[in-house]
């Protein structure tokens, strides 16, 4: 079910995430802001990774869809540097990300700070992207009719503080 269209019948109170454009009656809020970084197979002799966008390209990535506007954004950038994305494997969650890269030539990009717990989690490095793409926001999402809703105020609010950065 889309997002935006599960708000609007009242399925979802609240949406969160890197999300894009959700349509009319949404209101949205920023929590945080991440930005993206590579993955690769962990190795003992390195300590710091660095790729060039052709060692980038000529990889092939492991894409979750739970990422699929991030992809997105990827792809774009990619393409305005006249190279493209080879997606070796398309998984549905992102959990499945650390332990492909972990055990295989697959790389990934992912947000920073799920890097940094994959590389806790499996034995992955983390690298910076070798193009310069903007920091993705976080927000949360709601319909109209809740908005001045109590209770929904309040659990928005619970939301902000327990995510937000300030």
Request: charged share 20%; net charge neutral; hydrophobic share 45%.
């Amino acid at each position: 079910m889309e997002l935006a269209s599960a708000l609007q019948d009242g399925a979802l109170d609240l949406a969160i995430g890197y999300l894009g454009k959700m349509g009319e009656n949404l209101h949205q809020q920023p929590l945080f802001r991440r930005s993206l970084v590579g993955i690769v197979k962990g190795g003992a002799a390195r300590k710091k990774v660095r790729m060039t966008l052709e060692e980038f390209v000529e990889r092939k990535h492991v894409v979750a869809g739970t990422l699929a506007l991030t992809n997105q954004l990827l792809e774009k950038e990619l393409r305005s540097h006249g190279a493209k994305l080879r997606v070796g494997i398309d998984v549905p969650y992102l959990l499945a990300v650390p332990s492909l890269v972990a055990t295989s030539d697959f790389i990934a990009a992912v947000p920073d700070e799920l890097a940094d717990l994959f590389s806790r989690l499996a034995d992955v490095d983390v690298f910076p992207l070798p193009i310069k793409l903007p920091d993705l926001t976080v927000q949360q999402f709601w319909h109209a009719r809740h908005h001045n809703d109590a209770g929904h105020r309040w659990f928005r609010g619970l939301v902000a503080q327990t995510l937000g950065q300030n």
